[in-house]
């Protein structure tokens, strides 16, 4: 085995709290394919005022918030779990103790992957069908596309699919998987449902956003390479300037007194990984001593030379062991030790 083999068998293991990133498997390709076609359906039910918009406008007049005002308080506030600020800040600031406890950037790639592919894709669904919300409508049983609206699919709706969903797709066990997809579906749902009640978007929206979310969801796999790789490039990076700050610091812990002055290289693995550190000035039997990631110190290895080759060393002193009732040859026996022996025989 090459020694840098070696070393890499002996650094330390991160934690094993990081679940292995969902794949597209066929459920989720079918997941993804009729996800879509509801979407789609969607907006063509929309664009050409069909059943669903005259349902939109028969919600709207019955005026919810009019029917039930006693939780209007309670929904003004509960409709935070779907704006994009301050759900996006909460859930960062959980996964930014996971990365840390893990010691890797994925969970934060994967939210900042996951709202970037948000707002793209909800963004240019809203900008480019300008729907008028209900507050705003202008003509009774009429779409209200194209008139410089943004309300189409339902930001919030989408936004709190996505923001909580992340927390699903990056559970670490199946049971926690599916505990925090149910309470994800929960909380989507009832924050499509408290935007209706408020009146702010029509039912068709909020259909709309959960298609819109969920598509994003699971097109997640799809991004997981390049989420992969871009956290290569990061960590790398971190941990170049962590070593040009900290020069003399090690992964692992180090014994008392190991860590000899004068660190100045380091031998990098691909993915930024320390195999080897090297001491300047610190030697061991005429050899520089270099120290691994477990900061025991490991020497270079010498040339083979055969018998006749090497230099002739004398030992010094006698080889065998001392015993405690064993007279030392070089000890004069005297007379009483004579007589002794020769009673004793």
């Given at each position: ?159 709190a699919v996505v923001t909580w969903g992340v927390l699903a797709y990056l559970a670490t066990t199946p049971l926690r998987r599916r505990t925090l997809s149910v309470i994800a579906a929960l909380g989507a749902l009832g924050v499509g449902m408290t935007t209706v009640y408020l009146g702010t978007h029509w039912v ?78 610190a030697t061991t039997g005429g050899r520089p001593a270099t120290r691994g990631p477990d900061g025991w110190p490991h020497h270079a290895s010498r040339p083979y030379t055969i018998r006749s080759e090497r230099t002739p060393v004398t030992p010094a002193g006698s080889r065998r062991p001392p015993h405690a009732d ?20």
């Open positions: 085995m090459r020694t840098d083999e070696k070393k890499l068998d002996q650094m330390e293991e991160r934690p094993t709290d990081r679940a292995r990133p969902p794949q597209m498997t066929r459920t989720r390709l079918w997941l993804f394919g009729g996800t879509l076609a509801v979407y789609v359906a969607i907006v063509v039910g929309v664009l050409t005022t069909s059943w669903l918009v005259t349902f939109d406008w028969q919600v709207m007049f019955f005026r919810p918030y009019k029917q039930w005002p006693a939780i209007h308080a309670f929904l003004d506030y509960f409709v935070v779990l779907g704006q994009r600020g301050p759900t996006a800040v909460a859930v960062a600031a959980w996964l930014g103790w996971r990365c840390w406890r893990q010691r890797n950037l994925h969970p934060l790639l994967v939210l900042g992957a996951s709202l970037l592919l948000l707002n793209i894709t909800v963004g240019a669904a809203k900008l480019g069908m300008g729907r008028l919300g209900p507050h705003y409508a202008t003509t009774v049983g009429a779409n209200e596309m194209w008139l410089g609206g943004d309300i189409f699919p339902s930001g919030h709706t989408a936004n068709s929206d909020v259909l709309l956003g959960w298609a819109a979310g969920l598509l994003v969801l699971l097109t997640m796999p799809w991004l997981e390479p390049g989420v992969t790789w871009v956290e290569d490039r990061l960590m790398g990076i971190l941990l170049r300037l962590w070593l040009r700050l900290r020069p003399d610091s090690l992964r692992g812990p180090l014994p008392a007194g190991s860590l000899a002055p004068g660190v100045s290289r380091q031998r990098l693995a691909p993915d930024g990984e320390v195999l080897v550190r090297e001491t300047i000035g064993r007279v030392p040859r070089t000890t004069p026996i005297g007379p009483t030790s004579v007589r002794g022996r020769n009673t004793g025989g």
